[in-house]
């Protein structure tokens, strides 16, 4: 083994939500291909792919280990739950949201934050919840993020980090298999408690490529007829009830 530091990116979408690779597909691409020691599945609201992923890893034998998270919608923004035992109920407060992730003894963080858009945490209401107890702060901030999201407030949402001591995440919030690793964290040690420890030690550091302005062109034409195809699948399996309906994706 080289010394080097662990490499990990918490923010991957599989099939489950708005993804378009199945989670088995994104372990074997990670393991053949990417220097990545743990990764995380968020897909929105829910963690049975992630669950399942982990399961798999774990199976094999995997060098990668799988990290159980979740992309919750908040009232306050989307907010990465890590290392998660259950979902977490979504359009609560960020307040309350941070406060369920403590309570499974999870990791709270929010994505692509600062970015003047509903889906991101806005400065001010990171400040509130930082001035609060201890159990509504954010353990991190997802410094680095590639997507049309995460590019234009990064500089200054890496002061930000900066100034109010958050620990950096680099993360690659990947909606396509290739898009895997764009964004990625580095800390001492290779495993997720390693991992854990430098959040809480705020010893990580983010890494990663901005996506060409045209690049999510792709992937959101695959989204598209990924949606298509559910729907037509759910709607036929409901009205011939032979089990043939899709889960987001999943047969079931």
Known sequence: MTDRLGRADLHIHTLASDGTAGAIAILDHV??????????????????????????????????????????????????????????RPFGSLRSTIAAIHDQGGVAVPAHPLVPYPLCAQGFMLRRLLDD???????????????????????????????????RLGNSDAHALEAVGSGWTTFPGRSGDDLRAAIAARTTHHHGSFHAPTAQLATFQRQLQKYGRDARANLGGRIRRDGSSRDLGYPR
């Open 31 to 88: 393991e053949a291909n990417l220097e990545l020691d743990v990764i995380a599945f968020t897909d929105h609201e829910r963690i049975d792919a992630a669950l399942a992923a982990r399961a798999i890893a774990r199976d094999r034998g995997s060098r990668v280990e799988v990290v159980v998270g979740e992309e919750i919608t908040t009232r306050g923004g989307h907010l990465l739950g890590l290392w998660l035992t259950e979902t977490i």
């Open 133 to 167: 107890e201890a159990r509504y702060h954010p353990d991190a901030i997802e410094a680095f993020n590639p997507t049309a999201l995460g590019r234009p407030m990064h500089a200054k949402v890496v002061q930000f980090a900066d100034d109010h001591r958050l620990a």
